[in-house]
Every structure is written in C-alpha cells, then in structure tokens.
C-alpha cells in the first residue's frame, strides 16, 4: 500500500472544508441583506471585521462573510460542472482524432487550432456579450475555451499509444474500431485526464473570477469572488479585505485544486511527464 | 525545414479564418438589433431600415459574410457603433500601448523566472522554498495580485502611481504583476533543463577537460534553456498582446484588453470582434516566429513537424 501523498491530503482538506462551507451556506444567512443600521457607519462607510460582522460588511451593508461563502459556492459549482464538459468534449475530441486519422483527424484538429487561437479572455468577452448573465453564461464560455487544450493532450497520447502498437494488436486479435478506443485507449486516456483535471479546475475557478470581475460573468446582485473584488476595489484605500478576503478565498481554491494535482501525479510516476507547464 | 514552416503557417492561417468566421456568426446572426445599438434613440422605423441598408443588413448572409471578409482583408474592420471610428484606427494606437506592457512583462517574467529557476537548481537549500513560490504564484489570479500589490506599493507605501495611464511611471506595477504571475513557467523551464544538462554527458567531458565551473554554466547548461524559454516567450507575447485584459482593467492601463471591456459595456460589438481577430492573429503569429526562431537556435528541432 502506497502512502498517500501529503498534497493530495492537504488539497482534498481544503476542498473538503470549502465544499462543506458551500453546502451549509444558507445557515449564514442571506448573502443580499442590507443592514442600513448597524453595518454601515455614520458616514455611511460600511463597519469593520466585529461578531457580527466576522469580515466587515460591503459598500452596501451585506456580511462579507455570508457573501464570501455563497461567492465559494459559485465558484466550487463552476469548477465542477465546467471541468467536466470541458474534459469530456476535449477527449472524445482527441480519441476520435487519434483513432479515426484521415478527414476526420484533420477536421477535428484544425477545430482544435482553432480553439488554441482564441485569445481566452477577449472571446470570454465576445461570448458574453452575445448571452444574459449567470452561472450558465460562465459554464458555456469555460466549456468553449477549455476543451481544447485536453483534446490536443490526447490526440497527443493516442498517437503515442498508437506508434506503441496498442491500436495494431487489438485490430490484429479482431476487435472492432470501438471495442479499440474503449479497451485499449480509453484506460491510458482516463488516468491521464483525471490527473489533468485538478489543473483544469483550478483553471476554471480562476477564470470564472476574473469573467465576473470584468462583469462578464456572474453579475451582482448574485454573489460571485470575482464580482465582490470588482465591487470592493473602489474601497480598496479604506476597506482592504473586501478585495483581500475573496482575492484569498480564490487563491485557497485554485491552491487546493493545484494540489491535488501534485498529489496525483506524486502518486502515479507515470503522469509525473505531465507537468504542470502546459497551459 | 521549410515544408515543416509551410505546414505551420497554413495551420496558424485556417485557425485565423475559424476565430473570423466564429466573430462573424457572433456579430450578426446572434439575435440584437446593430441598428438599434448605433441609434438607441431613434424611433422612426424608416431611420433603423436606413441604417440597416447602409451595414448591408438586408443583404443574405453569405453576401454580408463576403463583404466582412473582403473588408478585413483590406484593414477595415468595420465602424464603432458608438464613436462612430473606424475600428482600425481605433485599435492601432491601444495595440502599441498594449505591445509596450506585453514587451515589458515579458522582460519582468524571464528574470524573476529566471532567477528563481537557477536558484533552486543551483542550491538545494532553497529547492522547497521556490518550489512553494511557484505554487503561490500559480494560484493567484492576477487581478488579485495586481490589485494586492496596487494597494501595498501604491496606496499603502505610496511609491508607485494610483492613478491610471500610460506613462513610465504607471507601467512599473503592470509589469511587475505579468512578470511574477509568468515567473513559475520560467522558472519550472529552466530548473528542468539545467538539471538535464548537469547531468549529461558534455557537461561531465566539460567537467573533466578541467572547464571553470562558470564557463560550464554558460556555454553548456544555460543554452539548452534557451531553445524552451523562445519557444515560450513567443506564446507569452502573442497571449499578452492579444490583451492582458484584466491588467489593463486594474492599472486602467489603455490598452486594447481596456478597449475591449469599455466596448463590452457598451454593447459596441464591432470593437470587440476586431480585437479578438487582432488578438487571434498576434498568438498564431508569434507561435509562428518562435518556431522559426527555435528552428535556428536547435538544430534538432528543425526536421520535426
């Protein structure tokens, strides 16, 4: 029995604990309570950290904290669902590619380069523009960007499987084009995109805070880390922590996710070519 | 060489035609009226009909497709719905500013990159230290730390401008915030070909030849970093150049990223588009350029696809 790697047990902690926070996050309260009395000061300035009030409350009198958890809530929900579209779509992408070669490859490839082109943040910006506000935007846009890095991955693995003459035995013992991909390629291809996938999380929280910073992404009213930084910044001078607090719970989850990630690949040698270096 | 060239260039050209044929499709056959966005106050419908006769709106999409293509192929991308400019000149003078932070970033990140990766390649000591740096640094997003490092050097030590623009003075911040978030793939790069190449045979004849351990360092290990950290800078400085938005957006840096997001707010949809085409072709231009440049810095690099 090999030891458990300690990234591994330090990232799934932290995810542990934010995805627990996420899933009790009504027992805090309501993240848009405007409390015009007491988290507001004479001047109007919003109140400092207090019982109450365990990170200060925002320019518009809601508790940070409430709007903290429900922001971590947004962001664990979009790492998870975009994660997964994105990967899927990106591997049956490379399989197919890698398997199929011909039109097939070329067409599905030259889609890939396509994909690699787009410059993430303007056509986040782009899809946008083109859709209402709200997690399903955010989903959609990470989904599109994301799905091909993971298929050019595994086109890249397919053919070296491939050059390894796993494809030729399997033709060569009578199995079916599909019988291929599911037995002899699709085993290499899953281990290899679980041990992608913290990266790619970690990706996706990151960029669905900065969609929602640059307003292109989950807008207010809606509690989003990206949306309380944008909505803070301009107290930044007097009211640090409410850019400090969420910027840390961001960089808490894309840590966490990194982790993880480490601790895969310190707990399979074979993934461990697969650095984190290729973004 | 030159097949391998062609085949990449041919690449990178179908890649630019996808992202204009995807901008396209954006622009014009998603739902909302252009007419409408250039004119919000005009009630009269003969006005918007007017206004659509003159963007060819009533014209089949293929013919409006052909137009925009033919128009792109001249530099035209079209007119601002809201500053009425032509989009060109419009994002001309923000590239160059653009290009300058880009450039500068570029600079900041090989270094501090650079020197951390030596670092820990050299003193074992350091290793972990660096290696957590690393990690840190992955994980912020980087308005995050544009914004932390704008509020410790900028409001709360005073020596950095708070104010936005695109002088000398402002662009200190900027860069600094591109080059540490660059700084752990230079640094990742370096530690892993300097430790190949310690352990090598070359270095173990240079080694034995009786070389300075400094000679060593430069003739031998540091030029094998150089053929990645090119390949590398080439994907930086397209990806930055294609707006480092969020950047340009903390430090109010005039930039085309800053263009693109007032637009967005704006609903100037022409503006957009012309910048993410622009930004699709300086990523397949600069990959194209380091991959000549790693061509002529590797030989071995030269006979593969």
């Keep these: ?279 | 060489m030159a097949r391998a060239l062609t085949r990449r260039l041919i690449f990178g050209l179908i890649a630019v035609i996808g992202v204009i044929t995807l901008a396209f499709v954006l622009e014009f056959v998603v739902p909302g009226d252009p007419a409408k966005a250039i004119a919000p106050r005009a009630n009269s419908s003969a006005v918007l009909a007017n206004i659509r006769a003159q963007l060819h709106l009533n014209q089949p999409l293929i013919v409006q497709f052909a137009d925009y293509f033919g128009n792109l192929l001249r530099g035209n991308l079209g007119t601002s719905y809201v500053q009425h400019q032509s989009v060109t000149s419009l994002i001309g003078p923000r590239l160059l500013t653009t290009g300058v932070l880009a450039l500068a970033g570029v600079i900041a990140e090989v270094l501090i990159g650079g020197a951390l990766g030596i670092l820990a390649t050299l003193y074992g000591r350091v290793r972990a230290l660096v290696g957590a740096i690393n990690l840190t640094l992955l994980a912020v997003p980087i308005f995050v730390l544009g914004l932390l490092l704008l509020l410790v050097f900028g409001f709360r030590l005073g020596i950095a401008p708070v104010t936005g623009g695109a002088g000398a003075a402002q662009l200190a911040l900027p860069a600094l915030t591109l080059g540490l978030i660059g700084a752990p793939w230079y640094a990742q790069i370096v530690a892993d070909q300097m430790q190949d190449s310690l352990a090598s045979s070359y270095v173990r004849t240079a080694v034995s030849k009786g070389l300075s351990d400094s000679y060593i360092l430069r003739r031998h290990v540091l030029r094998n970093v150089l053929s990645p950290a090119v390949t590398m800078i080439g994907l930086d400085l397209g990806s930055y150049l294609s707006g480092v938005v969020t950047v340009e957006v903390v430090f109010v840096w005039p930039g085309i990223g800053l263009l693109a997001v007032n637009a967005l707010h704006d609903l100037d949809r022409p503006i957009v588009m012309g910048t993410v085409i622009v930004g699709a072709v300086a990523v397949v231009f600069f990959n194209l350029v380091a991959d000549v440049a790693r061509m002529f810095i590797d030989p071995r690099t030269r006979e593969e696809v």
């Design chain 1, 1 to 279: 029995m090999r030891r458990w790697p300690w990234q591994l047990i330090a990232g799934a902690a932290v995810l542990a604990a934010c995805a627990g926070l996420a899933l009790a996050a009504p027992l805090f309260g309501n993240p848009n309570h405007q409390d015009l009395v007491h988290a507001l000061g004479p001047t109007g300035l919003p109140v400092g950290p207090s019982s109450k009030y365990p990170l200060g409350a925002d320019l518009l009198g809601r508790n940070e904290l409430v709007r903290l958890v429900y922001g971590i809530r947004v962001s664990l929900t979009v790492a998870l669902v975009s994660n997964a579209t994105s990967i899927v779509i990106g591997a049956a992408v490379g399989l197919l590619a890698g398997y199929f070669r011909g039109p097939v490859e070329q067409l599905l490839m030259r889609f890939t380069d396509i994909g690699l082109a787009l410059p993430y943040t303007l056509a986040g910006l782009v899809i946008a523009a083109v859709m209402s506000a709200g997690i399903t935007r955010v989903i959609v846009i990470i989904t599109v960007l994301f799905w091909s890095y993971p298929a050019r991955l595994v086109y890249g693995e397919v053919l070296r499987l491939r050059g390894r003459g796993f494809v030729e035995a399997g033709e060569a013992m009578g199995s079916g084009g599909l019988a291929i991909v599911r037995r002899h390629l699709a085993p290499h291809v899953t281990s290899m995109m679980i041990a992608y996938s913290p990266l790619n999380a970690a990706s996706a929280v990151a960029f669905e805070a900065t969609l929602s910073y640059l307003s292109a992404g989950i807008n207010p009213p809606t509690a989003s880390l990206g949306n309380m930084i944008s909505d803070g910044q301009t107290a930044i001078s007097y009211a640090p922590l409410l850019v400090i607090a969420p910027g840390l719970a961001i960089m808490a989850l894309t840590l966490a996710f990194l982790l993880v990630g480490e601790g895969v690949k310190a707990y399979n040698p074979d993934l461990r070519r697969l650095s984190w270096l290729g973004r």
